[in-house]
């Protein structure tokens, strides 16, 4: 088992005064690809969101508990936001590329947190990137042409690539296949299989075959509390928790 | 199985109806527009045009070797006196009248800076005259009416202020050929005068012109920032709820509260010079600045979270998400609210009166600190005026608004339709 | 008590597997009580009607098959209906082949034209209605989803497998004894193999029903093993 690198311990989210989440511990590991599921509404992209404080970007969300990476807590007050996010990529539900050419939207993210040197190494960044996103060879030639023009499973993977584009460690993944078809989820879910040997990846997902195919580790959310975390092979075969079985075999309500 | 039920039919037949109440509501809207229209342009578009009737203007009586005009600088023939001079070369249409009077009726058929007007034609021509020129003058108001068919002849003379006399003149002249039918360019240059042939619409365009532009600079980085501010970045709290109804509002209240705002604190309290495009682009700002805040944040509500998102996600700061990506997507929006704005502003009259910029003034404004008039304003003096003249000029001048109106609405629908929402 | 599924046509399509298994083990135990009286009995009577219903087992197992196949192409079960749903098709296939077993008996009852020795004969008959006992249990414990049912039933195996040996000594014998009886006595000790064999079935059986409840395999040894030197003596 590779080495724990995101821990998260005791965490209570707060909507106002409706509690989001409530005493949520689970551990996540290196390198490998963690999902989480539940129904909807049961808090887990809540939680996935506390990994890269996109919930302070909500005004009234409070976060309570401690999250750290590699041992580092993430929500103290030394750390900026920016740079966290820097090294704990994004990737949303539905396919959100910045409404410029391919090139920009990679370029994005290097060029503001000062990446690239010059020109040459943006170019490279670029490349990488996509490559490492397995969209390159279907982009190349119209590199400067808007990536709001690509498929919906592009837009995705382009999304992943901007998300790869300023070196994260961790990459967040919410229901990043929720708006494809079934060919393009094929290739993200095959892209993620070569991603986390570099990344750890934790995706939020509906799909409980999607779960069952990439993750490792599974952890089961409903109502704001996590039930079970296990083994991905343990959850979908023989899990501990009733309310597991129910909703992996669709007995749920 | 598939006839149509009783329920069916009646259903139908009221959605017939329905259709048949929104047509006609069109109709009505169309109908109305066309009638204005029809109505402004019907008697507006000879305002455009004006009667000249040429004379033999004989220079050498002036000065023998006409070539020597050709030294003398503009100033220097401005203030030679001609007047004699150029009552001289218009009796000379006529040499035949003898009786005073009857002279004085024949110079009345002429607009009466004719002399103004034989000089220009001198400093415009000085470089080759000939001794004898035939200029161009411009005819009377009366008589330009009478040439357009406005001013009917068969009314008995002493209910008419053209002299039966005078239009015998005219017909001569008419047959002889010397009276020509021209584009009325001064009307486009010039600035409002108490003679309505020589009044012209130039300086409430350029008044017009600089009041929209004092608009501009002001209120859009001004709305601009604000509702970026409020948008993006402000907490919702009792204060912002407080600033948010006010503009709201703002928006509400009626022109002419503005212009009492200007007359008060603009021009009393800070001194600024009435009757000024300046004052005048400061009272319509604040009554355009409601409008482009609200156009401007309900663009950027519309821009999606998700682009907001997708830039904090690589680790953008909130400024730096809002600046990059959702004001640049914003921006059709708020430009388009800009515009609709301006146009407000443009054909916006109450205000202007009370900051004094429905004074009477001649010169073509050439700074944004000189007196002027603006289009609307012009319309609401010249539509007052009792002149047969002004009342083509007056829609003329609606023409002109109303085709400046349409080119800033063309500009807005060509900017959202250039910058469609493309996420 | 299981919850229903949210789709209901799940739920009756589960229930039909289960439903066709019962009936599928209620036409076994049939089957071989059957051979079993033609065995007791030397009725031929009933070979005709016996060889009959193990086409109707057949056809039941065909039939599972393709539920079970349908079903994970349509609802891709996870967890409890996954072991449920591979389960019923091993399980269907073992009552196949103890279909099988038992028309076997009848089968060579009805052929055999020979007298079969009497007291063997008896054991074996005794040893069938165990193993039809052993049917009867583990059958009960699907329908309970009982695990602690389908052990005791898995357990009762020793016992069969004893009895297979101790008539397994006695036909030697007999046969030793008097080798005019010896095509009766292979006949017999090919009978009792079957019947044998079908406790095998019910074992495996059992192991399925295990897996289906607990979601663990049976791990479970025999406390007795046969014990192959007495038989090589």
Not at chain 2, 93 to 100: A, G, M, Q, T, V
Not at chain 2, 116 to 130: M, R, V
Not at chain 2, 202 to 210: A, D, N, P, Y
Request: hydrophobic content about 45%; some cysteine; overall charge negative.
């Amino acid at each position: 088992m590779n080495k724990i690198k995101i821990s998260a311990k005791n965490i209570d989210v707060f909507y106002g005064d409706k509690q989001a989440l409530f005493d949520v511990s689970m551990d996540m590991y290196e390198k490998e690809v963690t999902a989480l599921i539940g129904p909807s509404g049961c808090g887990k992209s809540t939680f996935l969101r506390c990994i890269n404080r996109m919930n302070d970007v909500i005004d009234i969300c409070s976060v309570k508990g401690n999250v750290s990476i590699d041992g580092h807590d993430i929500y103290d007050k030394s750390i900026r936001v920016e740079s966290l996010r820097e090294s704990v990529g994004m990737v949303f539900q539905k396919p959100n590329p910045f409404p410029k050419s391919i090139y920009e939207n990679i370029a994005y993210g290097p060029r503001i947190h000062g990446i690239a040197n010059s020109k040459t190494d943006l170019d490279e960044i670029v490349e990488t990137s996509l490559q490492k996103a397995a969209l390159f060879d279907e982009v190349k030639d119209r590199l400067h042409q808007p990536g709001t023009g690509l498929s919906g499973g592009q837009q995705q993977r382009l999304c992943i690539a901007r998300a790869i584009s300023v070196n994260p460690e961790i990459i967040l993944m919410d229901e990043p296949c929720s708006a494809l078809d079934p060919i393009a989820t094929a290739k993200i879910e095959d892209l993620m299989s070569e991603l986390k040997k570099e990344f750890t990846i934790i995706i939020v997902t509906h799909s409980m075959q999607q779960a069952a195919r990439v993750s490792k580790n599974t952890g089961f959310f409903h109502l704001g509390k996590l039930i079970e975390v296990d083994s991905t092979d343990t959850i979908f075969s023989n899990p501990g928790n009733q309310k597991t079985q129910d909703y992996i075999t669709g007995r749920f309500g | 199985m598939f006839d149509a039920s009783a329920n069916l039919k009646k259903r139908l037949k009221s959605e017939r109806r329905f259709q048949i109440f929104c047509i006609t509501a069109i109709s009505f809207a169309l109908i109305f527009v066309l009638i204005l229209f029809l109505n402004i342009f019907s008697s507006g578009y000879s305002a455009f045009y004006k009667t000249t009737i040429a004379i033999d203007v004989d220079y050498s009586q002036v000065i023998e070797d006409t070539t020597q005009f050709a030294a003398m600088s503009d100033d220097e023939i401005n203030k030679l006196d001609l007047f004699r001079f150029s009552k001289k070369s218009i009796y000379s249409l006529f040499p035949d009248i003898e009786d005073r009077k009857e002279k004085k009726l024949l110079i009345r058929i002429f607009s009466i800076e004719y002399e103004d007007e034989i000089k220009q034609f001198l400093i415009k021509n000085k470089e080759n005259i000939k001794k004898i020129e035939t200029v161009y003058l411009t005819a009377s108001d009366d008589v330009d009416q009478v040439r357009k068919g406005n001013y009917p002849r068969d009314l008995p003379e002493e209910r008419r202020r053209i002299k039966d006399i005078q239009l015998e003149y005219y017909d001569i002249l008419e047959n002889n050929g010397r009276v020509k039918y021209v584009f009325n360019i001064p009307f486009l240059t010039r600035g409002d005068s108490r003679e309505p042939e020589l009044a012209g619409v130039g300086g409430s365009i350029v008044g017009s012109f600089l009041t929209i532009i004092t608009v501009l600079i002001l209120s859009f980085p001004i709305g601009i920032l604000a509702a970026v501010y409020l948008q993006e970045f402000a907490k919702s709290n009792r204060f912002t709820d407080f600033i948010e109804i006010n503009i709201n509002n703002l928006a509400a209240v009626p022109s002419i509260v503005f212009g009492l705002l200007g007359l008060g604190i603009i021009l009393n309290v800070f001194g600024l010079p009435r009757s000024t495009p300046l004052v005048g682009g400061i009272v319509l700002s604040l009554m355009t600045l409601p409008t482009i805040i609200i156009a401007t944040r309900a663009s950027l509500r519309a821009v999606p979270p998700s682009i907001r998102e997708g830039a904090l996600a690589v680790g953008a700061t909130k400024m730096q998400a809002v600046m990059h990506h959702v004001v640049p997507l914003a921006m059709p929006g708020a430009l388009t609210g800009t515009i609709i704005g301006l146009a407000q502003a443009l054909g916006e009259t109450a205000p202007l009166l009370l900051i004094g910029m429905v004074a009477f003034v001649v010169d073509v404004p050439s700074s944004p600190l000189d007196a002027s008039a603006s289009l609307p304003v012009q319309v609401y003096l010249w539509a007052e005026s009792a002149e047969r003249g002004y009342v083509e000029k007056t829609s003329a001048t609606i023409m002109l608004l109303l085709g400046f109106l349409i080119l800033l609405n063309l500009a807005a629908v060509l900017i959202r339709r250039k910058f469609e929402t493309k996420w | 008590m299981m919850k229903d599924h949210i789709v209901s046509a799940y739920d009756a399509q589960l229930e039909l597997v289960n439903s066709n298994l019962i009936k599928m083990g209620g036409l076994v135990e049939d089957q071989l009580r059957n051979s079993l009286q033609s065995l007791s009995n030397k009725d031929t009577s009933f070979a005709e009607q016996i060889i009959f219903d193990d086409h109707k087992i057949n056809a039941l197992e065909k039939e599972i098959d393709a539920l079970t196949y349908k079903i994970i192409a349509m609802r891709q079960p996870l967890a409890n209906d996954l072991r449920v749903v591979l389960s019923a098709l091993s399980i269907s296939n073992d009552l196949e082949r103890m279909g099988d077993h038992a028309t076997n008996i009848a089968k060579r009852v009805a052929n055999v034209k020979i007298n079969l020795p009497d007291a063997p004969t008896i054991e074996i008959v005794k040893m069938g209605e165990d193993v039809q006992f052993m049917i009867k249990q583990v059958l009960d414990s699907f329908v309970k989803k009982s695990d602690k049912l389908a052990i005791k039933a898995w357990d009762s195996d020793v016992n069969i497998d004893d009895s297979y040996l101790n008539i397994y000594r006695e036909l030697l014998e007999t046969m030793a004894g008097n080798p005019d009886t010896i095509t009766g006595c292979s006949h017999l000790l090919s009978i009792a193999k079957n019947i044998e064999r079908i406790g095998d079935y019910v074992q495996n059986i059992a192991e399925d029903i295990h897996f289906i409840v607990t979601g663990q395999a049976l791990e479970r040894k025999s406390e007795k093993r046969i014990n192959w030197e007495e038989i090589n003596q």
